[in-house]
């Protein structure tokens, strides 16, 4: 067994908050400036410049990208040959969500409960998952998430014989609804089959890949392409006010399902799409 | 597109109407930062008759909550929240006087409404920009609400702070008024039927 002590992992996940709060995924970046040479609106081209030059501000004077510095969700992989010592895992997360917030002055969004709705002050609790897999790592995948674009997402239980044009419909239907208030460009994350919460699940973390890798599999490339393509020709455009990039990227996740199921997921990100993936 | 500048708290009201939907707007002077909490709070005040501690008279909102402002400087990120969310509250606010909304995102048809009635403007700012807008602000202090944390009421004082004309006086909508090649009106959002002429 290799131990690794919670200490390293509250570390590990404060650092990573104080980073992808205050800079763009290079691969997100990359993209936006590729748009700017597509769109053919002044304002448009504007808009992208702006999420540029506010990147560029960001890290330079260490603020945050957005002052929705969100929820975070945190989802392990735990090799099944490492023992965590040293104090309790869920505590180790949170605290390092709490201190990553203090020190790099992020806004604290949390409320501890629905209805009453009180800030928690601190950010925290981060929404953790944890999944054994093979080996003696720990991969640590964070995402910090708005509310403007979570809000917007949506899961709806398809029947089998929707097939492939009732995913195409809902995907678009959802990409039309959030409109300006995702903050597009969007990423779009698309999770397919499995139950309710597996569908949610495989759209979040269909966000987690970098936008210049396709799916595995060429029909489900295919598709992101496809979706890709119906969904800049909406005209929503960067910030909701016309242009051809409504999103910068669709990706898919896809899991075996029941012979009466068939769930969709769409996972919205706006153009921040602020996650990273580490391994202690 | 023209670019327009205003100094809130507004002295002529009449200002406004030249304000058209894809303007530029460079917003200067008092605004006060409120979101979800501080306008359900002011909404049951105004319902109740009690005081606010707030102007709305010829008054300016941006709908924000900002980040803890970071040693020697004025206020941490500060860009828009989505507006929709303060639509239950905002034909209230107008009719009490309210002139200027910056948010980002459409409205619904009863504020838009109000807007027309009252003559007041709905601006957007450029979201998921925070750092770059705060920029733009000079000066911010909680007025009231403490206890709500990011999200009490702040004033501001404010210098060129950069928006677009989104809904104007007329009801021209700015989120309308594109389709796949960005000239006409996109299917969605059709409950404004106005705005289909432009």
């Known amino acids: 067994m290799r131990a690794i002590h919670v200490q390293d992992i509250y570390k590990a996940i404060e650092q990573a908050l104080l980073d992808i709060n205050t800079r763009l995924p290079p691969d997100i970046l990359a993209a936006v400036k590729h748009a700017i040479k597509k769109e053919n609106t002044e304002r448009a081209r504007k808009f992208l410049q702006i999420i540029v030059e506010n990147d560029e501000l960001a890290h330079r004077e260490k603020l945050p990208l957005c002052q929705d510095t969100g929820m975070v969700m945190v989802n392990l992989e735990i090799g099944q040959e490492v023992s965590l010592v040293g104090g309790d895992l869920t505590a180790a997360v949170n605290r390092g969500i709490r201190e990553a917030y203090k020190k790099g002055y992020f806004r604290p969004s949390i409320v501890h409960d629905p209805i ?5 002050g601190d950010n925290t609790p981060g929404i953790i998952y944890v999944n054994i897999v093979p080996g003696k790592q720990l991969h640590i995948e964070i995402m ?4 403007g674009s979570e809000n917007m997402s949506q899961v709806r239980m398809l029947q089998p014989s929707a097939g492939l044009p009732g995913i195409k419909t809902f995907v678009m239907e959802v990409i039309k609804e959030a409109g300006a208030n995702a903050c597009p460009p969007l990423v779009v994350g698309v999770g397919i089959g499995g139950n309710l919460d597996k569908a949610a699940f495989l759209a979040k973390k269909a966000l987690f890949r970098r936008l210049d890798q396709p799916h595995l599999q060429v029909g489900m490339a295919l598709l992101e392409q496809e979706l890709l393509c119906q969904i800049n020709q909406l005209g929503i455009g960067p910030q909701g006010m016309g ?21 969709v997921a769409v996972n919205i990100s706006c153009h921040l799409n602020r996650r990273t993936r580490i391994t202690i | 597109m023209k670019i327009h500048k205003i100094t809130l708290p507004l002295e002529d009201e009449c200002q406004l109407a030249e304000l058209e939907a894809g303007d530029q707007v460079l917003i200067s002077g008092t605004i006060y930062a409120a979101r979800d909490a501080v306008h359900k709070r002011i909404f049951r005040a105004l319902e109740l008759g009690e005081k606010i501690p707030m102007e709305l008279a010829g008054q300016g909102i941006y709908y924000v909550g900002p980040c803890p402002a970071p040693p020697g400087k004025v206020i941490g990120s500060a860009g828009p929240t989505t507006s929709g969310r303060m639509d239950p509250y905002t034909p209230l606010l107008i009719e009490k006087g309210l002139k200027i909304m910056v948010g980002k995102g459409d409205r619904n048809q009863m504020v838009v409404a109000a807007m027309k009635r009252h003559g007041a403007v709905y601006l957007a700012a450029p979201g998921g920009a925070g750092a770059y807008l705060s920029q733009y602000i000079k000066k911010a202090e909680i007025i009231a609400y403490p206890d709500l944390g990011p999200e009490a009421l702040v004033k501001m004082e404010v210098e060129a702070l950069p928006c677009l004309v989104a809904i104007d006086t007329r009801g021209h909508n700015v989120y309308h008024q594109y389709d ?3 000239t006409e009106k996109l299917e969605v959002n059709v409950w404004n039927s106005e705005t289909t002429a432009d």
């Open chain 1, 116 to 120: 009453e709705r009180i800030n928690t």
């Open chain 1, 144 to 147: 910090v998430k708005g509310a």
């Open chain 2, 180 to 182: 796949k090649k960005g």
């Open chain 1, 243 to 263: 242009g051809v990039t409504t999103a910068l990227g669709v990706n898919i996740e896809t899991f075996p399902t029941h012979i009466a199921s068939m769930p």
